[in-house]
């Protein structure tokens, strides 16, 4: 779960979610949500071009559901797609705190992952992973889209295995 | 006239399909894409050139019986710059990028010398 | 135009301001330049010999000379002679007479090299940071001896 | 900008995500009723501190960082940081790797424009373009990356040559792909002429004329659409372009529909000098001879001196300042990227405009963050 926003009652905390959970119902649920993977468009970097590509008709995305939106308040799925600086985090965490729940994070590329080639760079926020509940991790500088498409699929498997971090289980 | 814009969008029903269908058709790559590097333990010497060449510090020569690069795919560039300067040729790249690299912790993206070789499988049997 | 006759015409105009003129090649002058006189340089540079594209403004640090040099790469768009101008400054508080006036887009480029080298601009119409946070103001991250790099904190598995 | 406001006046902030951006920046614009009264651009949210790193990193290392400066122009970063470390160390790459980084290097402009226009398209709402554009420019990466190894991070190239040779029958493969993009081309540019919409939302909007084009300094498209025939391609030649036989596509207008049309009429002339370079390459090493440069130049110590190089970028004029001290690393890089200056020259082009023409002026000047930021 992310950072909880004042005021808000998050639904997933409501008792009839919490029963559903022991249920084989969620498991419907999760089929559900796995195949309607909304993901956020903020190209932030290289990777953000591969992102474009991998929703476009060479590799089309929308064959799994997985549709790119461009307001926040849509989407369920952030990907970092690059290099997050001193300057750009709390806009990130405000774009992440606007998203509804259940949402997960893919971290797309060496410069969400580690810094990448910008890891020791004054500029950089280093060690995302303890910022945001990252679900799925695609090396590569920048992974092509297939493997964009493959961390996709990681997540839709960790959903139905009911490991994944963006619901709470 | 507007009207040309859907006469050119029907007509495009007729062109070959463009979209590139993985995961169930794999995609052609180049022959020189440069994806996981492979290691052939029988020529490296473990002298660390690769190490000391990488941009991005990705490589560290680690004891496995002898002395072996271990590889952060977290860091690495797959540049090719320890491929190119590797003097005994044993690092060599293949076309692995996507079903083994794509992990769900941070730590498993460490490749240890025995997964570069190939010895043992980069993915765990039911590993999630 | 060719670098001869620029040179020539700038020492003439400036004989006390302009130091050790160089001719590199048919293309490429440089030239260090009184940091007083920097907007007069300038505005003869863009009048009459048609130098009318700041190309690049940018900052280098010399700790063990104490000093930070400021350095202007003048092009043109008529013509393909670059000039490499330069005004050495005082390290411990280096200062500037801003160009925005003669060359508009020196702006950002001003602002840039205030926030990563420390340098004031004079005049300048709106000094602030632009690439970094207000708080990593007066870090001066590019300065040879800035601490904060390389930062080891990063969570590197190798 | 100012920030208190008048009450009939309301303030817009765009960004640092929008659909409009190809990457985060903040647009802050001063509203009264639909006009844009005052706009601040603020930047640097993806600033990398890439000129740091590049202090730090060996020449070689160098070389996969300057990739990483835009990711649409990875081939000419490459070639403006080779080119600086070239005249300082004093060598020349042979004929063969002049003609192949002309080839790679025009291939990358093709995608570069492509993608340009595109995005441009999607932010009129022109979608269908979009992806008409990114199709044709998948084609053209894949002729990309079957030379270099990737898609758009390629570390090709090397001090002196190029990493590897053209493989075989690139040549035939890569002209059939672009003589179907140029008959494609003409498609497209068909469909914008006679769109009305699109000829409303274009023609006589966002014009930047020659006089303030060049006093705001900026280079590339926007400038050249303003009848400037600036390139450094002509103005400074550089590899074998002197050999070539191109023109510098320019407009008189210096509205947004001309940025698209020299757009459009450089992927041609791009075409263009592809094909005359597929015909002169010559045979010969792609290293020079007699020196210890090669595929597998070890970390190497560059005399001291200091250089500054310029190449045409898509965008625009690509510069770089290098300052050697005679170690294997550099002691001080500036690179001057061509959207610095266009992204510092899009405020004043959109005061005055309407709310709505705003997408399409910042669409239209091609800015990539990444590159401005640094």
């Known amino acids: 779960m992310g950072e909880i926003i004042e005021n808000v009652s998050f639904t997933a905390t409501s008792a009839i979610h919490e029963f559903l959970k022991k249920t084989p119902l969620q498991d419907i649920i999760n089929w559900g949500r796995k195949n309607s993977l909304w993901f956020l468009t903020q190209p932030m970097g290289c990777c953000g071009v591969e992102m474009i590509a991998a929703g476009c008709s060479h590799y089309d995305t929308d064959r799994f559901g997985i549709i790119p939106r461009v307001s926040p308040r849509q989407a369920d799925v952030i990907v970092i797609s690059g290099y997050v600086t001193k300057k750009y985090l709390p806009a990130l965490k405000r774009l992440w705190d606007q998203m509804p729940s259940p949402k997960w994070v893919i971290c797309m590329g060496d410069c969400s992952i580690s810094g990448g080639p910008f890891y020791e760079s004054y500029s950089t926020v280093q060690n995302i992973d303890e910022i945001f509940p990252i679900d799925v991790f695609i090396p590569g500088c920048p992974p092509r889209p297939e493997a964009l498409i493959q961390g996709f699929i990681e997540l839709q498997k960790k959903i139905m295995a009911r490991e994944d971090k963006g619901s709470e289980y | 006239m507007v009207v040309k814009n859907f006469i050119r969008a029907i007509k495009t029903v007729y062109t070959p399909s463009v979209t590139r269908l993985y995961p169930e058709v794999a995609s052609d790559l180049s022959d020189r894409f440069r994806g996981l590097q492979k290691l052939d333990k029988s020529k490296c010497i473990g002298c660390g050139i690769c190490a000391n060449t990488c941009p991005n510090n990705a490589i560290k020569i680690v004891k496995d019986g002898r002395w072996f690069p271990s590889l952060d795919v977290g860091h690495c560039m797959f540049c090719g710059l320890c491929i190119d300067q590797c003097p005994q040729e044993a690092l060599s790249s293949t076309k692995v990028y996507t079903g083994e690299l794509v992990k769900w912790d941070h730590h498993k993206l460490l490749f240890t010398p025995s997964m570069l070789a190939r010895e043992v499988p980069l993915k765990k049997e039911g590993e999630k | ?158 | 900008m100012e920030q208190t406001i008048a009450p009939s006046e309301m303030l817009l902030h765009l960004g640092p995500q929008h659909a409009i951006q190809p990457g985060p920046y903040l647009l802050d614009l001063k509203l009264r009723g639909e006009t844009v009264v005052d706009a601040e651009l603020e930047m640097g949210y993806i600033h990398k501190g890439i000129e740091k790193i590049l202090e730090n990193k060996t020449y070689l290392q160098g070389i996969t960082i300057t990739d990483r400066i835009c990711y649409l122009a990875a081939l000419t970063n490459n070639e403006v940081f080779c080119n600086c470390v070239e005249k300082l160390v004093g060598i020349e790459p042979p004929q063969r790797s002049q003609y192949i980084r002309v080839i790679m290097e025009e291939l990358s402009r093709i995608q570069s424009h492509l993608l340009g226009i595109g995005e441009f398209s999607t932010d009129l709402g022109f979608v269908t373009m979009f992806l008409y554009m990114i199709r044709e420019r998948e084609e053209v990466l894949s002729l990309i990356d079957m030379v270099t190894g990737s898609r758009i991070t390629h570390s090709y190239l090397r001090f002196g040559g190029v990493r590897e040779d053209l493989p075989e029958g690139f040549a035939e493969k890569a002209m059939s792909v672009l003589n179907d993009i140029n008959k494609k081309l003409d498609e497209h540019e068909d469909l914008y002429n006679t769109d009305k919409i699109y000829l409303q939302r274009t023609v006589g909007v966002g014009v930047l004329t020659a006089k303030i084009a060049s006093d705001l300094g900026v280079s590339g498209p926007p400038l050249r659409a303003a009848g400037v025939a600036f390139d450094i391609r002509k103005n400074e030649p550089y590899l074998v372009y002197n050999d070539l036989d191109f023109k510098v596509c320019t407009e008189k207008e210096g509205d947004i529909f001309a940025r698209i049309k020299v757009r459009l009429d450089e992927i041609r002339e791009s075409i263009y000098i592809i094909e005359q370079a597929f015909d002169q390459i010559p045979q010969g090493p792609l290293f020079p001879v007699g020196t210890p440069y090669g595929r597998r130049t070890p970390v190497m110590r560059v005399p001291a001196g200091e250089v500054f190089c310029r190449v045409e970028d898509p965008r625009g004029e690509m510069g770089m300042y290098m300052i050697s001290d005679g170690s294997d690393k550099p002691y001080r890089v500036k690179i001057r990227g061509p959207v610095f200056p266009t992204m510092q020259a899009l405020p004043p082009l959109i005061k005055g405009t309407y709310v709505a023409d705003v997408a399409a002026i910042a669409a239209s000047m091609d800015g990539c963050t990444s590159e401005a930021d640094r």
């Open chain 3, 1 to 158: 135009m060719n670098a001869n006759n620029i040179i020539k015409s700038l020492t003439e105009k400036f004989p006390n301001e302009i130091l050790e003129p160089n001719v590199e090649s048919n293309i490429r002058i440089s030239s260090y330049v009184d940091k007083d006189a920097i907007v007069n340089v300038c505005k003869h540079l863009l009048e009459t010999l048609e130098f009318d594209h700041l190309s690049c403004e940018c900052g280098v640090d010399y700790p063990d000379r104490n000093e930070i040099e400021v350095v202007y790469h003048i092009a043109s768009y008529s013509h393909p002679v670059v000039l490499t101008l330069k005004a050495k400054l005082d390290r411990d508080e280096p200062q500037i007479e801003s160009i925005v006036s003669i060359y508009w887009n020196a702006n950002w480029y001003e602002r840039e090299t205030y926030e990563l080298y420390g340098v004031k601009y004079t005049n300048h119409p709106d000094l602030k940071p632009l690439l970094l946070p207000e708080d990593m103001l007066g870090e001066w991250p590019l300065r040879k001896d800035y601490e904060g790099f390389p930062n080891k904190t990063a969570k590197n598995l190798v």
